[in-house]
């Protein structure tokens, strides 16, 4: 059959002209050696075709080619000629021993070991390993800067959606363009990003029948390391890859009849130590031949030797160019590592226990840098050997990565070569340009800027990642780091490493000092230094900071932890500085660093998201030693509702606020809450405390109440916000509000309260022993059964005489037990009925209180339409004698100038009445002329009133600055 092919090429190609000849042969480069096309005439052109392609391959190419170049005729004549292609044939003398061999690299691949597995520890290969993500194009430098940008969940949508993603099956597939088989694949990738496991996997899959069954027949695996210590040792090419033969002698001849279905797997080419490139006219031909290795692996590379079998390559980009001009038209396709999904399929595959899993990866996906970083499949194994390794030992999964810094130390000792080719000179020069780039916001390097740093490529080709970008026709090379926070980690070891002398000065003018670094990170611009500055403090750790010093000569001077110091401490007194600065101080794991920065701080607002902001959180609360107040707030599945109205309250206080989908809450580490209880039982100043959880565990309630009891806690104030409280939660609750004696203000707004719950709060409430002076139970949902129970507590004796009921639906008859208990004498106080949904019914029970109990001084109504029928009950009561109300709010009730008809003689009337809110509600201009002329003649004992408005005219405008200038009570408008 080849010869059959060869002669119908030959017969066709004898029909071309010299100039057609000429073409046919530049369109055969990348598909048949160039070199061996030269000078070729049309026999030679044929023979070429068929050895290096195959009968099938070859014919199906020259097709393509003519039709290219127009030449009609000919392409269909040509494929109308049938040739009866079979596939080619097995080698029947070697199928045994190819079988011997399939099962010897089944064996030799089948295992995984990890960096730090013991002496017979191994993990299955197939149950370790994730898909990876793979690109055939090339980025140009806008889309490479923005990757770098990114952190976490947009990272991650930035590389899945960078361009034309491959598959391992299609790496030798004919390119779409031109229609030929490259001959020559290139893996190239960062460090770390997964190079020789996905080769190790080809090899695997291969052993296993899974992969290129039809294209090769045998699949060999070399690597560098192992070639390095051959050095410039004769032998042959047969010999250098019969090393894994199964048997006492491989079958070479049979194996080398069809180079075209073999393929070479060679691993780790820029770990190579030998030089390639210096053999260009002293290469090898023949496989059988005695020659020094690199001169053996310079022709594979060059296609001299076995020119027509396939290369697998693996290589770090920093190190591709010096391999370059060695290959013939390769293919690149550039590993990217792990999307998301390929990220929780890594961890599943890791840890195998569902829950462990889903802690481990709740707590990579609540740390955006490492999250990021997890795009790195070493990275991933890091962090995933960190937190399998806490859990062996029984600690809390959250302190395993103990800080960003420390893992990054981890993933350095990871990188850093172990020879001597890495100096500290080296360092230093990397630290410089790391630091001269995040002054420079420039995150791609040229050959210039290295060299300005005294740096090559190859010394720190560990860090670094090579970016070829296409313009137009030619090529551009450029450097970064293998991710922009490894950049300002570097960055930040560069302000360590500059500090020969005390001062911390750096010796190179261009770039600023870390009182300008600190400076930078106040501004609005500060996410290039952000990360900077966290490093910074991390090396403040006394761990990080030996092992610094003894690997890389690095020390933190005392006038850089100074200047951190005064900064933390400038810090705490902006608004929303604490939670900006709980993350810097919390890498320093320093008590008493942290206990100095915090020293001032009364107040703390603190909503974090994630188990590791959380765990900052809970380290700075601990070591805070004058806190009065503390709010912390950790946000899980809460109704949107809900989560407006805390956005609002927090925008109030400029506490940042991210709505968030997943519940972290069941994931707050045990840890965390013991910081929090020791606060409460330690510490002395602490007087208020508010905290909001998606939902109380009962461990949680109980372990607060305990600390609450103790006699050393003097907490007066607690808030609890909840969309769930159980009732075994209430029952540890009310146990404390019984024998505390330090609690005296109970706020359960937005909470769901359950019918036993009610129950079991009421209890303690009608004990003479409860000191509890206020309770707020707005948006609480009381059915009449529920009303039944507390309103039966409010008519005892000892009750909150500071009570809110805002924001509950009153159902049934329960309008009528809350009127008979707010009859009750001790209720004074602030009597919160705000969005009530008021009927007119219930407003007749309402008002007949307001001349029964002498006691109540305050009543807010706010967002009721109490309407016209409504007023003029509340106005009949406020004309009784025995009314002494003193507070009085109507804000959003509706109201009309007719309402205001009947009330204004009640409030000029009233001897007790000293605030009145009556803001926006329904009295346009009509109601201002009335107001204003009424209060103008008449003398009332008003102090405050509110009278805001929307949509007036100005006419009416100038009547209310009028009175506000007649009359001596506050006005607000």
């Known amino acids: ?190 460090a770390g990003i997964g190079k020789t496991t996905l080769a190790s996997k080809v090899m695997l899959d291969w052993a296993e029948g899974k992969l290129y069954q039809e294209r090769f027949d045998f699949v060999f695996y070399l690597t560098c390391k192992e070639l390095n210590p051959l050095g410039d040792r004769e032998m042959s090419f047969a010999d250098l890859i019969a090393s894994d033969w199964p048997g006492p002698q491989a079958p070479m001849t049979e194996i080398m009849s069809q180079p075209e279905r073999l393929l070479f797997i060679i691993d780790g080419l820029d770990e190579l130590k030998f030089p390639c490139n210096e053999h260009r006219y002293d290469l090898c031909k023949d496989w059988k031949q005695q020659r020094p290795v690199p001169i053996l692996l310079s022709s594979l590379l060059r296609k001299t030797l076995l020119p ?54 709740s707590l990579a996906e609540g740390n955006p840098i490492v999250f990021t970083m997890c795009s790195v499949p070493l990275m991933t194994w890091i962090v995933c050997t960190c937190l399998k390794q806490q859990e062996e030992r029984g600690q809390e999964l959250a302190k395993a990565l103990k800080t960003t810094t420390a893992l990054y130390m981890c993933y350095m000792d990871l990188l850093t070569p172990n020879d001597h080719n890495f100096t500290p000179q080296h360092l230093r020069g990397l630290c410089g340009l790391a630091a001269e780039g995040i002054w420079e916001r420039k995150l791609l390097f040229d050959e210039e800027d290295l060299r300005r740093h005294d740096l090559e490529a190859a010394d720190v080709s560990a860090f670094l990642d090579m970016n070829i970008f296409q313009k137009d026709s030619d090529c551009e090379k450029c450097y970064s780091f293998i991710h922009l926070s490894f950049q300002e980690f570097f960055a930040a070891m560069f302000y360590l490493m500059s500090t020969d002398k005390e001062g911390g000065k750096s010796p190179e003018s261009s770039i600023p000092d870390v009182k300008k670094l600190l400076e930078e990170c106040k501004g609005h611009d500060s996410s290039f230094v952000a990360l900077v500055v966290q490093f910074l403090f991390g090396f403040l750790n006394a761990e990080t900071a030996k092992e610094l010093e003894s690997k890389f000569r690095c020390r933190m001077s005392l006038e850089i932890k100074s200047q951190l110091l005064q900064w933390a401490e400038i810090i705490t007194k902006k608004d929303n500085g604490v939670l900006f600065l709980s993350f810097l101080l919390y890498e320093t794991q320093d008590a008493d660093f942290v206990t100095r920065a915090l020293f001032n701080v009364q107040e703390m607002e603190l909503a974090p998201h994630g188990a590791y902001e959380i765990l900052s959180a809970g380290f700075c609360m601990k070591h805070c030693p004058g806190i009065q107040r503390i709010s912390l707030i950790i946000w899980g599945n809460w109704p949107d509702m809900v989560q407006e109205k805390w956005q609002r309250d927090l925008k109030k206080r400029k506490v940042p606020y991210k709505k968030r989908t997943s519940s972290c809450t069941s994931d707050v580490p045990d840890g965390v809450w013991h910081d929090f209880f020791f606060v409460i039982k330690n510490n002395q100043n602490l007087k208020e405390l508010q905290l909001v959880c998606s939902q109380f565990f009962r461990g949680c309630m109980d372990k ?90 409010m008519r005892s004796n000892e009750i909150p005489n500071n009570l809110d009921l805002s924001r509950i639906s009153w159902e049934g008859d329960g309008i009528k037990l ?131 408005q929307k949509g007036l005219k100005e006419e009416s405008e100038k009547a209310l600055a009028k009175l506000k200038l007649r009359k001596s009570f506050l006005f607000l408008s």
């Open 1 to 190: 059959m080849a010869e059959t092919v060869r002669c119908r090429l030959l017969g066709h190609l004898e029909q071309l002209t010299l100039e057609e000849l000429k073409k046919f042969k530049l369109s055969l480069v990348g598909s048949v050696p160039r070199g061996r096309l030269e000078g070729a005439d049309r026999t030679e052109v044929a023979e070429l075709l068929v050895s290096s392609l195959g009968e099938q391959e070859a014919w199906q190419l020259a097709l393509s080619i003519w039709k290219k170049m127009g030449l009609r005729e000919l392409w269909d004549r040509a494929r109308r000629e049938d040739l009866g292609f079979i596939p080619a044939p097995v080698l029947q003398a070697s199928s045994d021993e190819r079988t011997k061999y399939r099962e010897r690299m089944r064996k030799k691949f089948q295992l995984m070991r990890d960096k730090n597995h013991r002496p017979g520890e191994h993990e299955l290969f197939q149950h370790r390993f994730t898909q990876l993500l793979m690109l055939q194009e090339y980025r140009d430098k806008q889309q490479k800067q923005h990757e770098l940008l990114v952190q976490g969940w947009k990272h991650a949508e930035v590389l899945e959606d960078t361009g034309q993603l491959t598959e391992v099956s299609a790496l030798f597939d004919p390119v779409q363009k031109t229609g030929t088989r490259p001959h020559t694949v290139v893996l190239q990738g960062a």
């Open 308 to 361: 027509e079998a396939y290369l697998l390559l693996t290589t770090r980009l920093a190190a591709l160019g010096k391999f370059s001009p060695l290959l013939e038209n390769p293919r690149h396709v550039e590993i990217l590592g792990f999307s998301v999904q390929q990220r929780k399929e890594y961890f599943c595959k890791f840890f195998r226990n569902e829950d462990l899993y889903e802690k481990a990866f």
């Open 704 to 793: 607060l109440c305990v600390e609450l009891r103790n006699s050393n806690s003097k907490v007066e104030k607690l808030s609890l916000t909840s969309s769930h409280l159980t009732c075994a939660c209430f029952q540890i609750l009310c146990s404390v509000l019984s024998s505390t004696k330090s609690l005296k203000k109970l706020d359960l707004s937005e909470i769901s309260l359950e019918e036993g719950g009610i129950k079991l709060l009421c209890k303690p409430l009608g004990k003479p022993k409860s000191k509890l002076m206020s309770l707020n139970l707005s948006s609480c949902h009381l059915t009449y059964t529920r009303s039944d129970h507390y309103c039966f507590v």
């Open 818 to 948: 809350l009127c008979k208990s707010l009859g009750n004498p001790n209720c004074e106080e602030a009597e919160s009925l705000v969005s009530c949904l008021l009927t007119f019914t219930l407003s007749q029970h309402l008002c007949s209180i307001l001349s029964s109990n002498e006691s109540l001084k305050n009543l807010d109504l706010s967002k009721n339409s109490l309407e016209e029928c409504g007023i003029k009950l509340l106005c009949k009561a406020l004309g009784k004698l025995n009314c002494k109300l003193e507070t009085l709010r109507l804000s959003e009730c509706d109201l009309t100038a007719a309402c205001l008809q009947d009330l204004l003689p009640v409030i000029c009337s009233s001897q007790n009445l000293k605030t009145l809110d009556l803001s926006f509600n329904l009295f346009d201009d009509e109601g201002v002329k009335l107001l204003c002329n009424t209060l103008e003649k008449q003398d009332c004992k008003l102090q405050t009133l509110n009278f805001s």
